[in-house]
């Protein structure tokens, strides 16, 4: 967790992001996978209102779940749903006021590279569909 102070001003310094983080439950047994995540952030109610304008931003969670297939080859295909609830929430360091995304479902093909014996993600993964579901966050 970071604190900083304005002195000059007696306000909290602008851009501090809350405490923040990830945790995921993984099944991973070839050639199936899946995964639950749940990302959550606490709220941010200390800010620098004089010197930058910067607004409360509330706590959220936000669960994901994905799962897919690896054959033996280096493709691979990957189905998800990101903001399983549809949560509405807006990060704190987002630019704008806007909300982050609503649910949204998505497929992928993803090529892996072969490196010695293993098969690494191509950091170039496409995802070919990505559908929003009418909901609480944009479109």
Known sequence: MTFGQNVSFDEPLPMVPPPSG???V???RRPWFGELESRWAFPQNRVARIT????VTDGYNVLALRA??????PIHV?????NLLDTFYQEHLAI????????????????????G??????????????????GKGLP
């Open 117 to 134: 014996h293993h098969a690494a993600p191509d950091p170039h993964i496409h995802r070919l569909l990505l559908l929003p579901v009418q």
């Open 22 to 24: 990830v945790v995921a």
């Open 78 to 82: 990957q189905a998800g749903v990101e």
């Open 68 to 73: 897919g297939w690896r054959p033996t080859g």
């Open 96 to 115: 704008s006021d806007l909300a982050a995304r609503g649910r949204s479902v998505y497929v992928a093909i993803v090529a892996a590279r072969r490196y």
């Open 26 to 28: 993984r099944y991973d």
């Open 52 to 55: 930058f304008d910067e607004r």
